[in-house]
């Protein structure tokens, strides 16, 4: 059942990054999913330390944990739009 809540929060957490940096129409729902839990994972590696919450992948479900999720998918489609268009956008 982790899992599949796993799932759900991390393709809207992706969801909610792509319509930060405007990438929302280029994206579908497992490409929403990836950018959730890759971010939530990018997330976990740097942010977490400096501000010492977990993260989505790590199995804690607070407002602090979806944050630092979030914050790492938007960094990770910035770092994508950077190589893609040379801008982060």
Do not use: D, K, Y
């Not at 804690?60 to 190589?83: K, R, T, W």
Request: no cysteine; proline share 2%.
């Amino acid at each position: 059942m982790n899992f599949i809540i796993w799932l759900v929060v991390g393709g809207l957490i992706g969801w909610v990054a792509s319509m930060i940096m405007r990438t929302n129409g280029q994206q579908g729902l497992l490409l929403n999913i990836i950018v959730g839990i890759v971010g939530a994972a990018l997330g976990g590696w740097f942010i977490s330390p400096l501000v010492g919450v977990g993260t989505i992948n790590q199995g804690s479900f607070s407002m602090g944990s979806l944050l630092v999720s979030l914050v790492g998918a938007v960094i990770l489609l910035a770092i994508v739009n950077l190589f893609r268009r040379g801008s982060p956008r």
